[in-house]
């Protein structure tokens, strides 16, 4: 799986949107890129995932650049609630081959601090 | 449905003390994970199952071992408990090859001293 790098830490101001970004300059065409976060003292939650085309549900956009080396998670509104580490994850889509069975290679993420 | 549960939420081992750490999932979910996390870390894999079964190793399996007898069960054994053993354990499941989404428990905080 691609690695990537994201910043250890943000900031952001309730009710303004918050941009996490995160660099997978090594990803493959076989890869997704996939966003968990983590509140403190709780398991990972899945936020959102894409493979090369924008993506939005209700919790979260993701803004894929065209080469595919760089992604950013967009909060549109952050609240106090979505203080949290958020991880990038890249992975193999699903029957590309190799063993990885949904392995989640999770690295030491971002530290997002919303502050009123 | 209540997700996946984890018991306990805290336990002290003493070194060489052995003990399992329980995990179940009520969404009928084949595949299923046991990860640790280590202070200002992320998650590292120690075991999976694809089902009942079947369970493979991850990055970090030495020190542990798993069974996978019911498609709703996963529990974690550690035999010879050793202070690097001390770390959160998080448990996870998914329904199957073709899902995107993995459902992770609220953890057992470990220490062993």
């Known amino acids: 799986d691609a690695k990537t790098t994201q910043p250890p830490s943000m900031d952001c101001a309730e009710g303004r949107a918050a941009n996490l970004p995160c660099n997978h300059s090594?990803?493959?065409?076989?890869?997704?890129v996939y966003w968990y976060r983590q509140i403190h003292s709780q398991g990972p939650q899945y936020i959102i995932h894409?493979?090369?085309n924008n993506e939005t549900n209700e919790m979260a956009s993701l803004i894929i650049t065209e080469d595919r080396k760089s992604s950013t998670l967009i909060l549109p509104h952050a609240t106090l609630r979505d203080t949290a580490v958020y991880y990038c994850?890249?992975?193999?889509?699903?029957?590309?081959?190799?063993?990885?069975?949904?392995?989640?290679?999770f690295g030491q993420g971002t530290i997002l601090t919303v502050h009123p | 449905n209540a997700g996946v549960t984890q018991t306990p939420k805290f336990r002290i081992l003493k070194i060489g003390q052995s003990m399992t750490l329980q995990c179940t999932q009520d969404?009928?979910?084949?595949?299923m994970y046991w990860y640790r996390q280590d202070p200002g870390m992320g998650l590292k894999l120690i075991y999976y199952?694809?089902?009942?079964?079947?369970?493979d190793k991850g990055e970090v399996p030495n020190g542990y071992n798993v069974s996978r007898s019911t498609t709703e069960d996963f529990p974690l054994r550690l035999e010879l408990a050793a202070p690097s053993q001390t770390s959160v354990y998080f448990c996870?499941?998914?329904?199957?090859?073709?899902?995107?989404?993995?459902?992770f428990g609220p953890g057992t905080r470990l220490t062993v001293t």
């Open positions: 894409g493979l090369k």
């Open positions: 996870a499941s998914k329904r199957g090859q073709d899902s995107y989404e993995q459902y």
């Open positions: 090594t990803i493959s065409g076989n890869e997704y």
């Open positions: 199952s694809v089902g009942a079964g079947i369970t």
């Open positions: 969404m009928n979910h084949n595949y």
């Open positions: 994850i890249v992975r193999l889509r699903l029957g590309a081959g190799g063993t990885s069975y949904g392995k989640l290679t």
